[in-house]
């Protein structure tokens, strides 16, 4: 994803996903600003396998509302 503004909001959220054998994927974002308000970004794996990768360039990241960024294998 590139964008100059990157806002997240409400609930929403951006993710890849595996369900069994394999890993969950990349997830690439660019963007000056990136604000999370109670929303998340994450990579998870639900099997055998990694959860994922989160690349993140940005100036400047901001979280509120309990908003989250992660990266899961279970």
Known sequence: IE?????LA???KISTNAH???EAGYLAIE????RLDASGL???TL???RGGFIDIETANLALANGSEI???AR
Not at 31 to 34: E, F, G, K, R, Y
């Open 3 to 7: 964008s100059p503004d990157l806002l």
């Open 10 to 12: 409400n609930g929403s």
């Open 20 to 22: 069994g054998a394999g």
């Open 31 to 34: 963007a000056s600003n990136i």
């Open 42 to 44: 994450s990579a998870t």
């Open 47 to 49: 099997g055998a396998g």
């Open 70 to 72: 992660s990266t899961i």
